[in-house]
């Protein structure tokens, strides 16, 4: 791993960032920063815009269309809620065109 900044090597774990990434910071710039920060996690908000619109069993593809957010990671999303609450949470599978 490289600083974004200077690409130095020397880096160090820098604690967590509130959605519990590893943060880091390097010791040649001072520079701190999140690996893949392009990837950013998706914020808590958006996370409880698509919980209700899930509830409310609008389709994957117009959930990412209004949030933004990829089908692709919506599926992964709506797959972790499906083992954590099965009875709860019931949103018909699609099967995504890879
Ligand atoms: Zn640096």
């Known amino acids: ?36 920060p392009s990837r950013g996690p998706i914020n808590e908000a958006t996370r409880i815009m698509i919980d209700k619109m899930l509830l409310e069993r609008l389709a994957a593809a117009a959930i990412a269309r209004i949030t933004g957010v990829s089908e692709r990671w919506l599926q992964i999303y709506v797959n972790q809620k499906y083992d954590e609450v099965p009875q709860q949470v019931e949103v018909r599978k699609k099967k995504l065109a890879n």
């Open 1 to 36: 791993m490289n600083c974004p900044e200077c690409q130095s090597t020397k880096i160090i774990k820098y604690g967590h960032t509130h959605y519990g990434k590893p943060r880091f910071r390097c010791t040649h710039c001072g520079r701190q920063f999140v690996e893949n």
